[in-house]
């Protein structure tokens, strides 16, 4: 019993390495390691506090791209920190722990809910929410590029994610919301109706996701562009992608009888910009519209 209770003790320190409370007014980073499947594998979270943050903070997560540096990511948030009184967290996924398949693909390509990362982010929501005391009972997602594959990808199959609004920004590659015929691409790249079934998906329609697409995101060519044969099925450029996705799910949902909470909503003369995109998110999420 007493071997136990030291293992368990043990077990909660390796879990969460930082613990006191986050340092309001300036940028920092902790170490957070998940339970079970992920606890081998830690993930540093840059932050920012804002100075007005108190129990009433929203928390905006932010998922880096392919360059994983969710310094930059929390970096291009802090504009919008203190006005909305926001506790920004960008966990960075290495290459080294987190490969495509388990960053940007979620983990998905197997079955087993317990491998997917995207619970990654909701237990760090836990850790924080407990550990500053706030009262939110979910958060605001953005990911850009990969960081979108990963958040529309989270909101389409995670089982109950306690996202208010997501924003998936510029993405090279959808799992599409509709699901396949005979010779159509198959799970990852569409859907599954034994991990989401048609009762499930009228659920994710009824989710806040908004696809952001840079108008100028149209290199066919860019290194970083996925060019599986799955990926350019969907469109030859980011914008047709993200623009094909749409149009999938307003067919599905028309098709289901089933309301769509979901918005496409376009950002003239952008391309593949982090930071440009983080603003034009930051605008549809804290500016009403007039």
């Given at each position: 019993?007493?071997?136990?209770?030291?293992?368990?003790?043990?077990?909660?320190?390796?879990?969460?390495?930082?613990?006191?409370?986050?340092?309001?007014?300036?940028?920092?980073?902790?170490?957070?390691?998940?339970?079970?499947?992920?606890?081998?594998?830690?993930?540093?979270?840059?932050?920012?506090?804002?100075?007005?943050?108190?129990?009433?903070?929203?928390?905006?997560?932010?998922?880096?791209?392919?360059?994983?540096?969710?310094?930059?990511?929390?970096?291009?948030?802090?504009?919008?920190?203190?006005?909305?009184?926001?506790?920004?967290?960008?966990?960075?996924?290495?290459?080294?722990?987190?490969?495509?398949?388990?960053?940007?693909?979620?983990?998905?390509?197997?079955?087993?809910?317990?491998?997917?990362?995207?619970?990654?982010?909701?237990?760090?929501?836990?850790?924080?929410?407990?550990?500053?005391?706030?009262?939110?009972?979910?958060?605001?997602?953005?990911?850009?590029?990969?960081?979108?594959?990963f958040v529309h990808r989270f909101m389409?199959?995670?089982?109950?994610?306690?996202?208010?609004?997501?924003?998936?920004?510029?993405?090279?590659?959808?799992?599409?919301?509709?699901?396949?015929?005979?010779?159509?691409?198959?799970?990852?790249?569409?859907?599954?109706?034994?991990?989401?079934?048609?009762?499930?998906?009228?659920?994710?329609?009824?989710?806040?996701?908004?696809?952001?697409?840079?108008?100028?995101?149209?290199?066919?060519?860019?290194?970083?562009?996925?060019?599986?044969?799955?990926?350019?099925?969907?469109?030859?450029?980011?914008?047709?992608?993200?623009?094909?996705?749409?149009?999938?799910?307003?067919?599905?949902?028309?098709?289901?009888?089933?309301?769509?909470?979901?918005?496409?909503?376009?950002?003239?003369?952008?391309?593949?910009?982090?930071?440009?995109?983080?603003?034009?998110?930051?605008?549809?999420?804290?500016?009403?519209?007039?």
């Amino acid at each position: 019993m007493k071997k136990a209770a030291v293992f368990c003790a043990l077990l909660l320190q390796a879990c969460f390495a930082w613990a006191g409370g986050l340092p309001a007014g300036e940028p920092g980073s902790f170490v957070f390691t998940d339970r079970g499947f992920f606890a081998d594998k830690p993930v540093t979270v840059y932050y920012y506090k804002a100075r007005s943050a108190g129990s009433d903070a929203r928390v905006m997560m932010v998922i880096h791209g392919m360059e994983r540096q969710g310094s930059r990511m929390r970096d291009n948030w802090l504009p919008f920190a203190e006005k909305n009184k926001l506790i920004v967290l960008a966990p960075e996924f290495d290459e080294a722990r987190f490969p495509s398949r388990l960053f940007n693909m979620g983990g998905i390509e197997g079955r087993d809910r317990s491998q997917w990362s995207f619970q990654i982010v909701e237990h760090l929501f836990d850790f924080v929410r407990a550990d500053e005391g706030l009262s939110a009972t979910d958060y605001l997602l953005f990911g850009h590029s990969a960081g979108g594959q990963f958040v529309h990808r989270f909101m389409l199959l995670a089982e109950a994610p306690r996202v208010s609004v997501a924003v998936a920004a510029n993405a090279g590659s959808y799992t599409m919301p509709s699901y396949p015929g005979l010779m159509d691409d198959k799970f990852p790249y569409a859907l599954n109706e034994s991990i989401v079934s048609l009762d499930k998906l009228k659920q994710v329609f009824a989710r806040k996701l908004v696809v952001l697409l840079g108008e100028a995101d149209i290199q066919t060519d860019a290194a970083n562009l996925p060019k599986a044969r799955q990926a350019t099925a969907q469109g030859v450029n980011r914008f047709e992608r993200g623009s094909n996705f749409f149009a999938q799910a307003q067919a599905q949902a028309q098709k289901l009888g089933a309301p769509l909470a979901w918005e496409r909503v376009t950002v003239p003369g952008v391309g593949h910009d982090s930071r440009r995109m983080s603003q034009a998110a930051a605008r549809l999420l804290f500016e009403p519209a007039r």
